[in-house]
């Protein structure tokens, strides 16, 4: 029987050997392709990032694709943005040029070693919420098309780098340290950096589903400690750090700041305004309030929405804004690229602007900065987080608050800070965060979220 919890807001996740085995993935192969049919496609791009158990699921969703009478481009052990790539380009296949605009990647992103899990594009667009759970109830109803598909690989990544040498270029050389963490951006990230004219010191490319050497996510800065090491200790000018697919960035400078997305975003921003004024940039719930202030100064307008990459790339296809970023890393450049969260192309555009100073760290430490918290998790039983952030909805009261945002749990603004509660759709937790203008008022902004979560929950063990 196959596991409900595993279709999970904009993915499809799970635990290799209790949630997600190999005839799930079959299973999930079957009904992708048969949706894929059903909506005038034919052919399914796959790849895979580096978990030991990717291989195994890789073939049997491609087994359950060919089944339903699907074609499959396989493109290997690639980042999960190559595998985005391969879905908006015309690959040159054998028989022929063919566009293939839906695609799998199996992997477990930044999870831990024994999971693992499917990101989605059908016909063009990132599938969330209803459409994963119609998957599932396609394969409780077994309502699956039946043929025999063709399984073809395909080697992308020359392309993909050539695309983006085509079109990125520095100012002058850069040396750079870059951490993939044992993920799989560790062969295509450095060769990418390396044909731009960089110089670089390399992390923990070899890649290892293992994640030997700390865990392959750089929202966190326990996981930017050897990244920061390695800034000190050679004469690299910045640090990159990447997750375990590949599709997010983590940023240090010189002197071991970290520069979390929200800030990065305020130069991108600040680029793409230069030569798109008056567009949309748009970022979810948990990016600081200097961002807004930031685009609206440089000329844009500020959009923000729901955390989740299946749905901000929703809503930058809607908008057609030229650029959307996450603060958990997840940047989306519409602007001279496919709209698809890619964490090597990021720090492509990144490196492309950084190589115009003579000091990139002071550019980057000088991004406007306020006290915050990194993001803080209260952990609850399954379930637990989506009913808190319901009560909290509909009975909390906030001192002081100028507004109460409720796209996406609670994003409630003071006159000097914001404090941020809203459920994870990947595990059961509640995602805090927390800004303010200084320390007290940070203090006091994290005392009105604890009032107000333990007046719904008094057992809450509160991670602050």
């Known amino acids: 029987?196959?596991?409900?919890?595993?279709?999970?807001?904009?993915?499809?996740?799970?635990v290799v050997g209790k949630t997600l085995d190999t005839d799930t993935a079959r299973?999930?192969?079957?009904?992708?392709?048969?949706?894929?049919?059903?909506?005038?496609?034919?052919?399914?791009?796959?790849?895979?990032?580096?978990r030991l158990s990717g291989p195994d699921l890789?073939?049997?969703?491609?087994?359950?694709?060919?089944?339903?009478?699907?074609?499959?481009?396989?493109?290997?052990?690639?980042?999960?943005?190559?595998?985005?790539?391969?879905?908006?380009?015309?690959?040159?296949?054998?028989?022929?040029?063919?566009?293939?605009?839906?695609?799998?990647?199996?992997t477990g992103s930044h999870n831990p070693p024994d999971y693992n899990g499917f990101k989605m594009v059908l016909r063009g667009k990132a599938i969330y919420g209803d459409q994963i759970q119609g998957l599932y109830e396609r394969i409780v109803a077994e309502r699956f098309d039946a043929g025999e598909g063709s399984y073809t690989k395909y080697d992308i990544a020359d392309e993909y780098v050539a695309r983006i040498v085509s079109d990125v270029k520095l100012a002058r050389p850069l040396k750079i340290v870059v951490d993939t963490g044992n993920g799989v951006a560790g062969e295509l990230a450095p060769r990418l950096f390396k044909a731009m004219g960089c110089e670089l010191v390399e992390l923990f490319t070899q890649i290892d589903g293992n994640f030997p050497n700390h865990h392959p996510d750089p929202a966190h800065p326990e996981n930017l400690q050897d990244v920061i090491r390695a800034l000190k200790e050679t004469d690299a000018e910045i640090g990159f750090a990447f997750d375990g697919d590949g599709d997010r960035l983590g940023v240090v400078t010189k002197d071991g700041q970290i520069i979390y997305p929200d800030r990065q975003l305020m130069l991108f921003a600040e680029e793409v305004l230069s030569r798109n004024p008056g567009k949309q940039i748009i970022y979810d719930v948990k990016c600081t309030r200097n961002l807004a202030k930031w685009v609206k100064a440089k000329g844009g307008e500020p959009l923000m929405w729901k955390t989740g990459h299946s749905l901000v790339k929703a809503k930058l296809r809607e908008t057609g804004a030229p650029l959307a970023g996450e603060m958990s890393g997840h940047v989306f450049f519409k602007d001279r690229w496919y709209g698809f969260d890619d964490g090597l192309y990021t720090g492509a555009r990144l490196l492309e602007i950084l190589s115009r100073v003579a000091?990139?760290?002071?550019?980057?430490?000088?991004?406007?900065?306020?006290?915050?918290?990194?993001?803080?998790?209260?952990?609850?039983?399954?379930?637990e987080n989506f009913e808190l952030i319901a009560k909290l909805q509909k009975n909390a009261k906030f001192t002081g608050a100028d507004e109460v945002i409720t796209i996406d749990g609670l994003?409630?603004?003071?006159?000097?800070?914001?404090?941020?509660?809203?459920?994870?759709?990947?595990?059961?937790?509640?995602?805090?965060?927390?800004?303010?203008?200084?320390?007290?008022?940070?203090?006091?902004?994290?005392?009105?979220f604890k009032r107000v979560i333990l007046a719904e929950k008094p057992d809450a063990k509160l991670p602050f």
């Open 1 to 14: 029987m196959i596991s409900k919890s595993i279709f999970k807001a904009y993915d499809i996740r799970g």
């Open 27 to 50: 299973a999930i192969g079957r009904a992708f392709g048969s949706e894929v049919r059903a909506q005038g496609g034919d052919a399914v791009v796959i790849a895979c990032d580096g």
């Open 58 to 106: 890789s073939r049997a969703l491609a087994d359950g694709l060919c089944d339903a009478g699907v074609d499959v481009v396989d493109v290997g052990m690639v980042p999960t943005p190559v595998g985005y790539f391969a879905a908006s380009v015309p690959l040159k296949l054998v028989g022929g040029e063919r566009n293939v605009d839906s695609c799998i990647v199996v």
């Open 359 to 383: 000091d990139p760290s002071k550019l980057l430490n000088d991004l406007p900065n306020s006290h915050a918290t990194p993001e803080l998790q209260l952990k609850l039983e399954e379930g």
């Open 411 to 448: 994003r409630v603004e003071y006159p000097d800070g914001f404090g941020l509660a809203r459920s994870s759709n990947t595990t059961p937790v509640v995602v805090m965060r927390f800004e303010a203008d200084n320390d007290a008022a940070l203090a006091r902004i994290q005392a009105d």
